[in-house]
């Protein structure tokens, strides 16, 4: 080094320094000046711009923008000489405080001119090299440590929370009672109560394996998934609307909500979950990939016309994809990297956009489902749609007359009926005269005779000629109007903008009542309608006369939200009563084709062509670099594809390394959201960030340990739930005792079970679970929360609710952003942002809601009329039941006295009233 | 660490008192990071100092990081994005290019293709002493522009209402990040603990695009988030509507059971706090509906906000919502947003002009401008604007042209004008400029970090220090970005 140094002081030193004899000593003249002016915004605790001036190396390579800012021996060519001297216009340094001296300036100058000496081993700080943070280690191989009090550990993990305990002079708490436990256990596995009986029977258990039994029972439950799939959405940031601003309706996205309750009830293996959450669609799980497109995303038409806001949109919804897939199973915040090489974590923008790339070919779409229910469902939907308009056929025949007086409704572009009193005739002439837009189209003509038979049809003999037409191949063609074809595809295009005519002759003369015409039948296009016409029969040679024209119809409005297709206004009373009965049966119709039009599709990504990645520049879509191939974390693995990889294979290759069992972050962060979902927080405490800006591990050797017990039961969540709930760290009392609270008051170390809130959605279920409403039906479309299940505000909310709104929450249909009017409060995530642990909050607005909402109140009544039904009148007995119920204990004597005042001056529901509010109820024991 | 009003504490408060001083007398090496912990304030690193939140009085009073000249905020949020050209921001050039093509500019905006330049469509003139020209639109708002500092020179980065309303209150495109009265209440508390710390009144004639994201708790404890009320919905479930005997029973009982379980569970926390929220909550359903009750403020109150008009029930329903802000300040709620505009409607609910600008607009500003207007000065002859900062704010602005075919203005996100009153606020500054035709901010351009980070420099906060840690990073309302606008301070 000072050989080079010395080369660059001679090529390019001025002969200024040479004057001084003493070279510029670092040590003592430049790094107090770094000192003085520069560190407090790129030292140690700050490295604005990516610049770090306390290190050597970090310093010679520079900043982010300007790097490097020294170049030694070229002082004009060194950015921080000039960002000093105020060279470079709003880019003076330091921004604020004292500006540097003359003298520090000449003496910084002097010191690059002469080579910027700066000797080795003399900062006061190292660059730690990032690819050596613990959580990228592989799993370091553990077994349980000895310990004093060897007879308390129940299992492996006992010993090592044990041993840590001891190190600190802490000792364990005594088990819980059985029903403390019992009732912790039960809400911790299924986010329910035990049952009085269920309380009961093991109570009366007291043969060995009694605590197994239960656990097995549980994990066995269906509520099991329906409680930690919660916790998984949580993360995935789970909604049923699109988010932004006018937050659609997602209306196919809870297959994938019923993807994950399914996925934890049969313990699918965890390596595989990833895998088809990712790539599902490779094996058959299509549903498991709503996964990629959990987020919120602005669509189509919410974007700006303009090319730059359609680049910006496309690259947010793949760094949704992005960040969720490495947050969630890596618990790596590689988002950080989008604009810039982390701060902290070895994560280089290259890598951000290498695992970019893996997903460039997903969009946020609904995508056809291949299954064979899917295939059903479609022709059911085909199926559907003929006997939808053959009522409309039927319909057809109570359309008000013409011309009567009465106003009839505006023109539709999927078919209007125009009846008039019957009349003689060889022809009809339909004339446009304005359209909605350009040149006017119709897909069928349709005349009856008071026979009810379309006598227009060309093969019952009549003839059709026209204004004039334009001929597209297998589309558009004049014989197509009368063929008994509909649709844009079988249609006549007049060759003049907003006007034309059609006319039919008949092959003799019909008694005619009634033409039936429409721009597309199969409502795909709504353009070319003729929004004002006539209809005239032929009376003679060169005669018409009109019978229907568009003048008494409302008139015609553009997207009109939902046009009605049918009035009985102006009908005699029989035919409101028959078309009623039609159109009643028509909405029934209706109902089943929405259904069997969404059973054909699951909103869980639409697979094509990856667009090309490139690197940019600061994130910013307008300005790319180099383009990128898929690839993994360089820090963690080899794994790259060639830029032109296929689709699928990208996805596969990605769920392939994260799911290998040699991927030191995927089995350590579930397990230690596994932990945390039990304990209230993890063996680290920020479960989606394994980086170095996280927390370490409380118990790094449990950690891996556990990690490595889970790969070698096959991923098995079950089995590590079960583990980890009857160990004796798990059974501990949650008691406060002084020594602890001392020495750890958040129970970190476990010398106690951690007591906790309840969430959201177990506050809810508990409540109709104990009031008796629970509705535990499965699966399907959420149950409304609100008047409407997407848009832009003005969500009213349920506040009584009855029927399928008395399932668990879970099934609700969550709309991002809006909070459940009584349990919203309750800290429940709006799908924003993923949710790797909910804040436990305590506000008025909780007491308010918990304490008067219709919700509580409705189910205080139902829980005392219960309670009445199953102990009688006795109220001694009702307040034992209701106790039992709730709480899963019976009363005290002072309990019993107090309630039974109350329950025989206000009613039993006062009571439940105030159990359901109690924090014995809402606290995990 | 608030303790000042611990005798209004119940026996339960005290306990959990008593336990946080034990804890910090303790020599715990944990002690000090558990403290921070009772409200969940969690995965915090000791090197970033964080509100001490007492669980049990989460709307307590916090200490600012330096001293505050503001104690309270009234934000007026413009939704739909009101257009500098007509109101603020004066460009007589645009006058002399009415109807000519923009030279060099785009062909497609937001919504569509650009038509020609289009002059402001109200007439200007000056005011004041510092004679700020100011449209005819607003001429109330006009009269008070020697207390006003305008910043003309803003940017946001989403020319599409719902990311922008996102980045306007949350400094983030994308949704569920804390609000700016998330952060405030967050880091301050509140003067007055029987009120929300946060009240966010919408608009009569609905919620903004962006709904409950303008202001809600993203990441941060759900306490901070905003309850919304207004002259028209009072704060729901504030009774239960049973009989009052088996209310005060239920209520009685309840207190009953709490306590008897926090005995047999001494020194746990979140237990006192819960009990605590329910005191909490019963003092908030007294003060609630008696601030809500307009009834008390005399004729020539209402009448100077326009509450009695009887042309337009909106502007009479807005008149009443901006006298509520000042009864909430008044009684020292720390935050309170006051919406003007509602949803996307194309124009017709809030200030989105796209098709027929001046048209809505007489309509809008005529709801905005003398219930504002009356608001400030209000505040300001009962000395509240001493203490109280009030922000005008809008998520983006127009574009001086109109577009094809329309007589309206498409989104322009790269020059537009906020501004603010009122504590700490110099009067009568124009700050920064956009170019001569109002097209792009050329002058001392400020992203609207800025404007955020200088809504926190007023309130006492360092929005560099004011961070919360969420999913490995330590958020920040300004990102990693934000200057404070030191020219239109005091």
Redesign the interface.
Known sequence: MTVRSSQLFLLGGTFASLAHAAPVDFASEIRPIFEQHCYSCHGPEKQKSGLRLDIKAAAMKGGEEHGPNIVPGKVEQSPLLNFVKGLEKDLLMPPKGKKLTEMEITLLGRWIEEGAFWPEGIDHAKLEDRREHWSLQPLAAASPPVVRLSNWARVGLDRFVLARLEKEGLSPSPEAERGAWLRRVSFDLTGLPPSPQEVEAFAQDQLPGAYERVVDALLASPRHGEHWGQHWLDVVRYADTHGFEVNTERPNAWPYRDYVIRALNSDLPYDQFVREQISGDAVGKDAATGFLVTASVLLPGQIGQDEASKRLARQDALDEIVVNTSQTFLGLSVGCARCHDHKFDAISARDYYAMQAFFAGVEYKDRDLKTPEAELAKAEAVKLAAEILELDRKLAFYAPLAKSGVKRLPVNSKMNTDRFAPVHTRSVRFSIEATNSLEPCLDELEIFNTSGVNVALAAAGASVSASGQVVVADRHDLRHVNDGQYGNSRSWISNEKGKGWVAVEFAESQEIERVVWGRDREEKFKDRLATSYKIEVAEGEGRWRLVADSSDRESFVENKAKAALFSTAGLPENEVRSASLLLAEKKALEAKQVAANNAQKVFAGLFRKPDKIHLLNRGDPEQPKEEIPPGVLSALGAVQLSVDAPEQERRVALANWIADPKNPLTPRVIVNRIWQGHFGTGLVETPSDFGRMGMRPSHPELLDWLAQEFLRSGWSMKQLHKQIVLSATYRQSSKDNAQGAARDSDSRLLWRFPPRRMDAENIRDAILAVSGNLDLRMYGRGFNLFNQRGGLSGFVPVETFSGEGLRRMIYAHKVRREPEAVFGAFDCPDAGLSTSRRRESTTPIQALNLFNSRFTLEQSEAFAARVKKEAGEDIARQVGKAYLLALGRGPSREELAEACSVCGAEGASVLCRALLNSNEFLFLP | MPSSNSELLSLPGHVLMD?RR??SN?A????S???T?L??G??L?A?HPVPAIN??Q?YAPRPSHFPAKAKNVVVIFCAGAVSQLETWDYKPELVKWDDKPLPGG?A?????PAGNLARPQYEFRQHGKTGKWVSDLIPNLAELTDDIAFVQSLTSKS?????A?NFLSTGF?????PSLGAWTTYALGSENDNL?AYVSIPDPR????????NW?P??????FQG?TMSSLAP?????????K??DV???A??Q???A???EQ????G??A??????E??AR??LSVPEISDLSTEPEHVLRAYGATDTQSKDKAAFARNCILARRLIEKGVRFVQLFNG???SGGKLNWDGHNALKEQYDVHANILDQPAAALIQDLKQRGLLEETLVVWCTEFGRMPFFQKGAKGRD?NPDGFTCWMTGAGVKGGVSHGETDELGRKAVKDVHPLYDFNATILHLLGLDHERLTF??????RRLTSVEGNVIREILL
Do not use: C, W
Not at chain 2, 108 to 112: E, P
Not at chain 2, 265 to 268: A, I, M, Q, S, T
Not at chain 2, 273 to 278: D, G
């Open positions: 336990r034990f804890l303790s715990s090496a944990l002690g990071i558990a403290l912990n409200l969940g969690d995965g690193l090197s669980a049990a989460p785009p497609v905006t937001f919504q569509g020319n599409t209402h719902g990311p309303e495109n994308l949704d569920g990040f929300p609905g919620v903004p695009q962006n709904g409950a994201n809600g993203g990441f941060l404890p759900a306490a309850t704060i729901r479930h504030l009774s239960a509507g049973v009989s005997e088996a029973a239920a209520k009982l309840l009953r059971m709490n008897r379980h926090l569970n001494p020194g746990n979140k237990l706090a819960r009990i605590a929220s329910y909490l909550a908030m359903q509602a949803y996307a989104h840690e969420h999913n490995g990073v330590q």
